[in-house]
């Protein structure tokens, strides 16, 4: 354009002096620079024209990657949430299968103390009669103290029986009570185990403190569930229970 400006600006020039000749060959002589400049604006515009293109393409291809990469944050941030409540998930297991080990653990170790009292009653029995030379027991007593239901303390009523135990033991010179306690089929095998250990324990506690029969003379086992059905309200109540057996000497 700027080219343009300068020929146009010298032809006035040219014409302003009147020179016919000149003007004449100034304009067959600047003919082909106008075109050849006209020539090359054009291409230029058309170079301009494909690089504007050219950018814009890369503009949008720019903001095609650009839209990817947010779309691949998107998924990565909800594969990081999903990996984290995996681990959550997978701790919380881990911790429950650690609590059903030590659930485990302890259940076993109450069955083999279990085992153990089964023992203890059968030991204490024999260390009984090596003490005082007796080869053959009688049974001279027999009572059985009732429990509510989950209930291991004596009752006023358990009590008043357990006095009348006392009482008969009185002018008795070689004796074993046999104390034996049991519980309902309600619950675990493990807890009612120690419950009826816990129950039989009140009932020897009572006899030992309050009518002073001497803790040799005693023997004890919980032995967890009583036999029976237990269908009815009833039978279960009468399981819910110690029994109680005296034994002297057979002469």
Do not use: W
């Not at 681990?87 to 659930?103: L, M």
């Not at 309600?186 to 009140?202: F, T, V, W």
């Not at 086992?221 to 034994?247: P, W, Y």
Request: net charge positive; charged share 25%.
């Amino acid at each position: 354009m700027k080219n343009a400006f300068i020929t146009s600006s010298l032809l006035l020039s040219l014409c302003g002096t009147g020179c016919v000749a000149t003007r004449k060959y100034v304009a067959k002589t600047v003919a082909p620079v106008e075109q050849h400049v006209a020539t090359v604006e054009s291409k230029n515009d058309t170079k301009n024209s494909d690089q504007d293109k050219a950018l814009t393409e890369n503009k949008t291809q720019i903001e095609n990657v650009d839209r990817d990469l947010s779309r691949t944050k998107e998924r990565l941030s909800d594969t990081d949430a999903k990996v984290v409540a995996m681990n959550s998930t997978v701790a919380t297991v881990d911790a429950k299968a650690t609590a059903a080990n030590a659930a485990a653990s302890a259940a076993d170790g109450k069955a083999q103390t279990s085992l153990e009292r089964n023992g203890q009653l059968t030991q204490n029995v024999d260390s009984f009669k090596n003490a005082y030379k007796m080869d053959k027991l009688k049974l001279v007593k027999s009572d059985t103290v009732l429990f509510g239901f989950n209930r291991r303390g004596l009752s006023d009523e358990a009590k008043a029986q357990l006095d009348a135990v006392g009482q008969s033991l009185n002018g008795l010179g070689k004796y074993v009570v046999e104390v034996q306690g049991f519980t309902d089929k309600i619950g675990g095998a493990a807890y009612n185990n120690e419950l009826s250990q816990e129950r039989a324990a009140a009932v020897a506690r009572y006899l030992a403190n309050q009518h002073r029969v001497p803790l040799h003379n005693i023997t004890m086992l919980g032995s967890g569930e009583a036999d029976g059905d237990q269908k009815t309200r009833a039978e279960r109540e009468q399981s819910r229970k110690v029994d109680i057996r005296i034994f002297v000497p057979e002469i």
